[in-house]
């Protein structure tokens, strides 16, 4: 039966494009010379990755890769503005981290948002802006405009999906040390039982409730062996499911195993894993369960082990899976140490509340204001960033007004003064995307354009003039 678990995938997502605005003239009997009356072209719909708490794999997105919005319309006549186009949105299991993947090698670039709470959302992909009718461009020496900007045209890029389990509690440990069959005697998680190793293919999950009533999510994480941080065995597609838990149960076999393994190298083998991974899982609370501990020879591994983990400050518990000897104690324990994490989360985010979805939303969109100038030849200059961009695609390059227009905008945004302070001067080449400017300095005290909106982040640029300005 093919496995339908899934917690690592790559996407191509692209919002919608804009729809162009109108360039219109009012038409009507007995008024010779209307004024303009064209309307704005709609917004592309965006991508959005929603958290949704009924999900618990990527397996919509193993075989389908690619993802696009809906386009807006165009505008028209009379004020007639376009429709926007529908979002398209992506659901995926809470707990899922998405990223901005390099497009030539596939690897992280950086974070778009954790989303770790039901019903949270990111716009990865939005839309493209609708172009303004021309309507918009009417000054007190410009009253009829005869042009309107372009609808932005939408980019793909791809994205990575990887989910990272949601659960109170995890059981980590060497291979066949008992995990699986713990999870089955405390839950109603069926899992695979068998005595080789790596009968746990994929992690497994199941909910424990204690004699007091409490209970937990437990997570039954395929074993770890030496090097698991590094990718041997099946350690670095699954360490990932370890990061989000609460609370370690650490799980030793006290036998030894097939190979004879000592258990307290066994321990501190798979405690160097996890701090080898992720540095802050060594901190992580941890309860050390000793299982088999029913089977004959094994007091002394128990009582080795126990000096170990309670000198490292750690609870101890030792466990029978077979014969379920101790897991009562040890669920009542699990029960209380979460509750008690739980009370200092929720006391943590009451003294520090936030709207984490507006949150990602005001990152993406300081990523798109800001913009890049790097010196490319003596007396030529490369401008980038999203915005900037934007406003070179929506204009249309054969309407003269529309160019001047243009140049306006990139006075008044402050890159002008950006370039001047980069070095730039006056008859120096500036190219965005294929297109290439002359640089004319300040024309701030020239006409005005109406309705300027803030496109650029001035403030958000380095600079430095040699070639290697970056983003900040």
Known sequence: MENTFTDLSHINVRGGDG?????????????????????????GGDVVVEADPQLSSLIDYRYKHHFKAERGTHGQGARRHGRDGADLVLRVPVGTVVRELDPATQTPLYDIADLTHPGERVVVAPGGAGGRGNIHFVTSVRRAPAFAEKGEPARDHWIELEMKLMADAALVGMPSVGKSSIIARVSAARPKVADYPFTTLVPNLGVARAASGQSFVLADVPGLIEG??????????????????????????????????????????????????????????????ANKCDLPGTEEAVERLRAVAEADGHAFFAVSAATGTGLDALVTSCAAEVARLRAEAAQEAEAAPQDLSERWELERQR????????????????????????????????????????????ARSGLDDALARAGAVNGDEIRILELAFTFEGDRRDEPAPAADEKDLAPEDVVEDGTGDGERS
């Open 228 to 289: 698991a941080s590094e990718g041997k065995g099946l350690g670095h597609q699954f360490l990932r499911h370890i990061e989000r838990t609460a609370l370690i149960l650490h799980v030793v076999d006290v036998t030894g195993g097939y190979e004879g393994r000592d258990a307290v190298d066994d321990y501190r083998t798979i405690n160097a894993e996890l701090a080898a991974y992720a540095s802050e899982l060594a901190s992580r609370p941890q309860i050390v369960v």
């Open 19 to 43: 729809g162009a605005g109108c360039m219109s003239f009012r038409r009507e009997a007995f008024v010779p010379k209307g004024g303009p009356d064209g309307g704005d072209g709609g917004r």
């Open 367 to 410: 990523r798109e204001r800001a913009f890049s100038i790097a010196r490319e030849e003596r007396h030529a200059w490369r401008v980038s960033g999203a915005n900037v961009e934007r406003m070179v695609i929506q204009t249309d390059w054969d309407n003269d007004e529309a160019v001047a227009y243009l140049q306006h905008r990139f």
